[in-house]
């Protein structure tokens, strides 16, 4: 008893010294001198002595391990380093305790993740196995689901008293309404899960398929992670606004990737999805993959406001990849809405094929640089329609927390680049810098 007052005590030390803005900051910092590569850092507890912290690399997934023990873990809070941290490898993923991304903190029950972490797979599950799993996965692609596999999986997941991650990846299975409902359900179930990826791209999912599986993942009052799939579903603008507007409904909801390529939603779906993002209140990573969803409309400055009112954002990935903005849009608002969400340290806008020309790109750069809190900044503008010189923009310099910058001019016509990306690559503070072209 009292082991576990001084474990909840520990848990609230770390929570208040990680609470402080100028500290986070500098820990952060460190973090990123010592790990260069990686952007996102978890901390994971696995009995009452001993923590693993793991470092992510956002775009390959590579990740680093380190294990330390507890006392040690809030000493190097307390100084600001490294040096305990001892290397291991082969580390699964095993759920979180805390759950440290960037600038955000979240204190989860131990108790929950002391059990057995094997992934299971649906089919390993037999009654007794079933009982203990908490994470398990299912992949079934590439084939016309019927309804009797459904029950299976809704049958086996609901014996599943302590699971609390979900795969479940069911790409391109000619999934229609029927099976919709059923997979809808099943979710509804699920009240205790905690983290859920759910892949439904390239099946025949309309609106209402959409809206369907948003009110059954709005009954995981518990969900603090979701990862889901729409790609290649013409769900249409109502389907993506009601899907945001069922997400909200889950109050711990902390990290949200969604994906919606070629959904056909148009602008005017990226827009009302957009402005119900401020919905969802605990949102601290958000990732929208909208690749091919507009036909030139004014998007990008929409989505940047929306999203600058996520006031606790640290992490933010938008992909408006074959949107067509061209160069009649006006993306003057980029940074400067992007610049009031101070907690976001990480940013990654992939505006590839877009036919931005030499201005616009200028006027992207020069307004990017008003990200004064940024840590990691990766820009694609690759095949896009920029010719000539860079005469301005990209002025990184004076990022006083930037230490990670990949832009990506790649296939474009570009014939110098200008002065300010050459002091930025001076910058000391710059542990990763890279321009591709």
Not at 112 to 141: C, G, P
Not at 204 to 232: A, P
Not at 253 to 274: D, E
């Amino acid at each position: 008893m009292q082991k576990e007052t001084e474990y909840q005590n520990s848990l609230k030390i770390i929570n208040k010294l990680l609470q402080t803005k100028e500290r986070i900051k500098k820990y952060q910092i460190i973090l990123q001198k010592n790990l260069p590569n990686f952007d996102q850092f978890d901390y994971y507890s696995h009995d009452k002595s001993t923590v693993t912290f793991i470092a992510t690399d956002l775009l390959s997934q590579k990740q680093k391990c380190f294990r330390v023990l507890e006392s040690q873990f809030l000493e190097m809070i307390n100084n600001f380093f490294l040096s305990q941290f001892s290397e291991f490898e082969n580390s699964k993923y095993e759920g979180s305790s805390i759950f440290i991304e960037g600038l955000s903190i979240q204190i989860i029950d131990k108790e929950e993740y002391i059990a057995s972490t094997q992934i299971q797979n649906l089919d390993n599950l037999d009654e007794n196995s079933s009982k203990s799993a908490r994470i398990v996965e299912v992949i079934k692609k590439n084939q016309t689901l019927g309804n009797s596999f459904l029950s299976e999986i809704s049958s086996k997941l609901n014996q599943c008293q302590k699971l609390i991650i979900l795969n479940l990846d069911l790409e391109n299975n000619k999934i229609g309404v029927s099976e919709i409902q059923q997979i809808a359900q099943l979710l509804s179930n699920l009240c205790q899960i905690q983290q859920l990826t759910l892949n439904l791209s390239r099946n025949q999912l309309g609106s209402y398929g959409s809206i369907q599986i948003g009110n059954g993942i709005s009954k995981c009052v518990y969900l603090t992670t979701l990862s889901i799939d729409f790609g290649w579903n013409p769900i249409g603008y109502e389907g993506a606004e009601r899907l945001i507007q069922e997400f909200s409904k889950c109050k711990n909801l902390a990290n949200l990737n969604l994906n919606l390529n070629r959904c056909s939603i148009g602008a005017l779906g990226i827009c009302h999805l957009s402005s119900q993002i401020q919905l969802i209140k605990g949102l601290s990573e958000i990732k929208l993959h909208l690749q091919g969803n507009s036909n030139g409309q004014d998007i990008f400055s929409t989505i940047s406001f929306e999203v600058s009112k996520c006031i606790n954002i640290h992490t933010i990935y938008l992909d408006l990849s074959f949107c067509y903005l061209g160069t009649n849009v006006t993306l003057d608002n980029i940074g400067i809405e992007l610049s009031k969400c101070h907690n976001a340290s990480h940013i990654y806008l992939n505006l590839q094929k877009n036919q931005i020309d030499l201005f616009t790109a200028e006027s992207i750069g020069s307004n990017l640089e008003k990200c004064i809190y940024v840590n990691t900044l990766h820009l694609n503008l690759s095949y896009n329609q920029i010719k000539g010189s860079l005469r301005c923009g990209f002025d990184f310099s004076k990022r006083i927390y930037l230490t990670n910058l990949i832009l990506n001019f790649k296939y474009n016509q570009i014939e110098q680049f200008n002065s300010n990306l050459i002091k930025t690559k001076k910058s000391k503070r710059l542990t990763q810098y890279k321009i591709i072209f």
